[in-house]
């Protein structure tokens, strides 16, 4: 049972458009939620969190919105760029342990 | 380098052996997670170790074992190995338990069975 799901296995963008990375989940105990980026032959690193209490968190170029209600939650990258070609994972954690359940990632290529 | 280190890079065994995958975190981090990567699969919990003390299981084989060693190194165990155990296997360390910022992953372990 997929408690995290990100539905779209690849998305192909233009450089400098938008681009939208979405993920679904199904546990309402949910409280935190992350977003990682991997390259190849590298671990997952990093990039953007937010947690239950708000519905938005902006760094630079990239903004996660949640959608409680709906159980949603999106990455947005703005102006998007050749660099950020990789594959994006969203996770949420919840409890004491705060181990992440990771979605099965989403490759973002971006086309000059 | 993100800091965490995992040995070995990729690791070639046969079904049945034996084989051991070793993490050091980040100096500071009491916190050792691992988790398993099959092909085209989302990162799937396997273990959680807070300074020496097993926190939380996940979806872990009985064929499969960790540890955290008092210099907070961890080492993970994979027995009688079957092809489907092939996959990557990530590390990762958080200085506490429930830090905001997620993470640090080490770059893995490729573990091929054949």
């Known amino acids: 049972d997929q408690q995290v799901k990100q539905n779209s296995p690849s998305l192909s963008v233009q450089e400098g458009r938008i681009s939208i990375l979405n993920c679904d989940y199904t546990n309402s105990m949910f409280d935190y939620f992350l977003w990682y980026k991997k390259y190849p032959a590298e671990g997952p690193t990093f990039l953007i969190s937010?947690?239950?209490?708000?519905d938005k968190n902006e760094d630079g170029r990239f903004t996660v919105f949640l959608n409680k209600s709906a159980k949603h939650l999106s990455l947005h990258i703005v102006p998007s760029q050749p660099g950020d070609s990789a594959v994006y994972f969203c996770a949420a954690s919840s409890g004491s342990a705060r181990q992440l359940t990771f979605g099965s990632g989403t490759q973002l290529t971006v086309l000059p | 380098d993100s800091g965490v280190t995992q040995t070995p890079k990729h690791l070639i065994t046969a079904t049945g052996q034996r084989v051991t995958l070793r993490c050091s975190p980040r100096?500071?981090?009491?916190?050792v997670y691992w988790y398993q990567q099959s092909l085209d699969q989302g990162l799937q919990f396997l273990i959680h170790y807070y300074n020496g003390e097993e926190r939380a299981k996940g979806n872990i084989l009985e064929r499969f074992s960790a540890q955290q060693f008092p210099d907070l190194h961890s080492e993970l165990n994979l027995s009688s190995l079957e092809l489907g155990d092939s996959a990557l296997y990530f590390c990762?360390?958080?200085?506490?338990?429930?830090?905001?910022?997620?993470?640090?992953f080490g770059s893995g372990t490729r573990l091929t069975v054949v």
């Open positions: 100096s500071g981090d009491l916190s």
């Open positions: 990762a360390s958080s200085a506490f338990i429930g830090q905001g910022s997620g993470y640090t």
């Open positions: 937010i947690s239950s209490i708000k």
